[in-house]
Structures are given as structure tokens and as C-alpha cells.
């Protein structure tokens, strides 16, 4: 019920850009037309096919990689990865299509926040490409960063830290070349430190899904998170999650080891 009260506050925020609270200079900064999500996930009743999927794989509509879904010891205050920039390709349809990678602090078991900071990929109809970089505040709007800009096969490091339940800070770097821009960005809705994530999601846009474009390939290495202890861990740990719509399973994620998490459009 937390849950649904979350999505209608959404879709009622992104109706109504008047009553934003952001501050100025993130007012300026351009909105991200999608929006990054918790995860939807599909209870096992519907899942398709039947039966057994791999041990500690679970389906979503939106989410695809790795979760871990409970800190092994305090709360999680970071998260990090570097991942390349994939070429995504259009599946067809005639519309632009779109997919996100990024890392976050919650959004799964604790869904009322997330502090997330990730990379569209959008293609339309021709094969034409482009990238937009964003931080979000969860249930707050997506803001694209200015100031930096992406090319397929660039590396590229993401890393949100959390310096209070309600505070925290997202970066992305270009590590191809240096470039790197940052956000502190605050909020009303505490996150709970219980969720680590590395994720490629079909995000929202105006209620509903984007059109889900082939990405390829997202794999992310030195996926790691910190918890306010002071210890680190490797997204080896977490669950594994993929996306099914309407029956069909669109992605295989997988774990490699030594902090290494690929997801796969299939
Ligand atoms: C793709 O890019 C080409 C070259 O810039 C342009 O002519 C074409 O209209 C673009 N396709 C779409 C669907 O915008
Ligand atoms: C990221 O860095 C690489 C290497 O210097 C550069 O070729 C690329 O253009 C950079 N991305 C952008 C769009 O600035």
C-alpha cells in the first residue's frame, strides 16, 4: 500500500511541476523527461515460464541487475561502479526507444526513497544515438547534468554517497577523459540505507514505460557499496533481478565475480 501511495505521489508530482520544492539551482537544471523508479517487481504467480527460474533470480518490469536487498552489517551509505558506454540499437516500432544504467541507495524492500545518478541511452528509429546523464532523489523528478556528455564506448564511474538519511551527493565521471560533474542534492523523504543497487531499468515517462531499446550489453565492474560501519562490498552478494513484460524476459543479468555485474538484453 506504501508502495502505491509512492506511485500516485509520483505521477501527482510530475503533473504539477508548479508546486517543485527544489531548490533554485536545481530548478534551472533541466528536468529529465523520464523518471527512474522502485522496483515493480512480478509476483512469482506471474512469472514466465512457470516454475524454477535460476536460484536467486527474481523479475521485475523495470529493473534488471543486482540487488542486495539488506546491508550485511549497518546501512548502506555508497554505492559505485564504472561501466562503458553501450551502442544500443532500435528493436523497431518506429518510436524512440531508451534504456538507463545506474547505481543507487534503495528503491527495493525500502521504497519511499531513492538516491540514484545514471546514464540514458536513447535511439530512434535510424539507429541515431544519444546520452543524457541525470541524479534523482527519489520520489523527486530525474535532473539531467550539464557540463558533461558521453559517446559510446566512453568509461564512465557513477557513484552516490549518502551523508545523512535525507543528504547525499551524486557523481559521474567520463574517466576517458577527466570530466566530472557532482550534485548535492537533499531531501524530505529519508532513505533507509537498506538497498545497494546496480541496475539498468526501462524507466517512465508520462505514466508509463519507454519503449525498451536493445542495449546490448551493460557490464559494471568495482560495483561496490559502503556501509556506515566503514566496510565495502562487492555486488557478488546481492540478487539477481530481470525484466519480463508480458511474458517475455527481456534481459540476463549476471554476477562474475570480483564486483562485476553484466546485464544482457536478450
Ligand atoms: C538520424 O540522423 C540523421 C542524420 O542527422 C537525420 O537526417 C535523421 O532525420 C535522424 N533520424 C531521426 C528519426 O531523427
Ligand atoms: C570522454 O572521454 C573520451 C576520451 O578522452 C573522449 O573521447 C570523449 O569524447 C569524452 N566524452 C565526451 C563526449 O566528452
Given at each position: 500500500?506504501k508502495?502505491?501511495i509512492?506511485?500516485?505521489?509520483?505521477?501527482?508530482?510530475?503533473?504539477?511541476?508548479?508546486?517543485?520544492?527544489?531548490?533554485?539551482l536545481?530548478?534551472?537544471?533541466?528536468?529529465?523527461?523520464g523518471?527512474?523508479?522502485?522496483?515493480?517487481?512480478?509476483?512469482?504467480?506471474?512469472?514466465?515460464?512457470?516454475?524454477?527460474?535460476?536460484?536467486?533470480?527474481?523479475?521485475?518490469?523495470n529493473?534488471?541487475?543486482?540487488?542486495?536487498a539488506?546491508?550485511p552489517?549497518?546501512?548502506?551509505?555508497?554505492?559505485?561502479?564504472?561501466?562503458?558506454?553501450?551502442?544500443?540499437?532500435?528493436?523497431?516500432?518506429?518510436?524512440?526507444?531508451?534504456?538507463?544504467?545506474?547505481v543507487g541507495?534503495?528503491?527495493?524492500?525500502?521504497?519511499?526513497?531513492?538516491?540514484?545518478t545514471?546514464?540514458d541511452?536513447?535511439?530512434?528509429?535510424?539507429?541515431?544515438?544519444s546520452?543524457?546523464?541525470?541524479?534523482?532523489?527519489?520520489?523527486?523528478?530525474a535532473?539531467?547534468?550539464?557540463?558533461?556528455?558521453?559517446?559510446?564506448?566512453?568509461?564512465?564511474?557513477?557513484?552516490v554517497?549518502?551523508?545523512?538519511?535525507?543528504s547525499?551527493?551524486?557523481?559521474?565521471?567520463?574517466?576517458?577523459?577527466?570530466?566530472?560533474?557532482?550534485?548535492?542534492?537533499?531531501?524530505?523523504?529519508?532513505?533507509?540505507?537498506?538497498?545497494?543497487?546496480?541496475?539498468?531499468?526501462?524507466?517512465?515517462?508520462?505514466g508509463?514505460?519507454?519503449?525498451?531499446?536493445n542495449?546490448?550489453?551493460v557490464s559494471?565492474?568495482?560495483?561496490?557499496?559502503?556501509?556506515?560501519?566503514?566496510?565495502?562490498?562487492?555486488?557478488?552478494?546481492?540478487?539477481?533481478i530481470?525484466?519480463?513484460?508480458?511474458?517475455?524476459?527481456?534481459?540476463?543479468?549476471?554476477?562474475?565475480?570480483g564486483?562485476?555485474?553484466?546485464?544482457?538484453?536478450?
Amino acid at each position: 500500500m506504501k508502495f502505491l501511495i509512492t506511485l500516485i505521489l509520483a505521477s501527482c508530482v510530475a503533473a504539477a511541476p508548479a508546486i517543485n520544492a527544489r531548490s533554485r539551482l536545481e530548478r534551472r537544471l533541466a528536468r529529465r523527461a523520464g523518471s527512474s523508479h522502485p522496483i515493480q517487481r512480478i509476483p512469482s504467480s506471474e512469472i514466465h515460464p512457470q516454475g524454477t527460474p535460476t536460484k536467486n533470480e527474481q523479475y521485475s518490469s523495470n529493473w534488471a541487475g543486482v540487488v542486495i536487498a539488506n546491508p550485511p552489517s549497518g546501512t548502506f551509505t555508497a554505492v559505485s561502479a564504472t561501466f562503458t558506454v553501450p551502442q544500443p540499437q532500435t528493436t523497431g516500432g518506429g518510436s524512440t526507444q531508451s534504456a538507463s544504467a545506474w547505481v543507487g541507495i534503495d528503491g527495493d524492500t525500502c521504497g519511499s526513497a531513492i538516491l540514484q545518478t545514471g546514464v540514458d541511452f536513447f535511439v530512434d528509429e535510424d539507429n541515431n544515438v544519444s546520452y543524457d546523464s541525470w541524479y534523482e532523489w527519489f520520489p523527486d523528478y530525474a535532473y539531467d547534468f550539464s557540463g558533461i556528455s558521453f559517446k559510446t564506448g566512453d568509461t564512465v564511474a557513477l557513484s552516490v554517497v549518502s551523508s545523512s538519511s535525507t543528504s547525499g551527493t551524486a557523481t559521474i565521471q567520463n574517466l576517458s577523459n577527466g570530466q566530472q560533474v557532482s550534485q548535492y542534492i537533499t531531501s524530505s523523504s529519508a532513505l533507509c540505507g537498506q538497498n545497494a543497487e546496480w541496475i539498468v531499468e526501462d524507466f517512465e515517462e508520462n505514466g508509463g514505460l519507454v519503449p525498451f531499446c536493445n542495449f546490448g550489453s551493460v557490464s559494471f565492474s568495482n560495483a561496490n557499496a559502503q556501509t556506515s560501519d566503514g566496510n565495502s562490498w562487492a555486488a557478488d552478494i546481492g540478487d539477481l533481478i530481470d525484466i519480463q513484460q508480458n511474458g517475455q524476459t527481456l534481459t540476463q543479468s549476471s554476477q562474475n565475480g570480483g564486483g562485476v555485474v553484466t546485464v544482457q538484453y536478450v
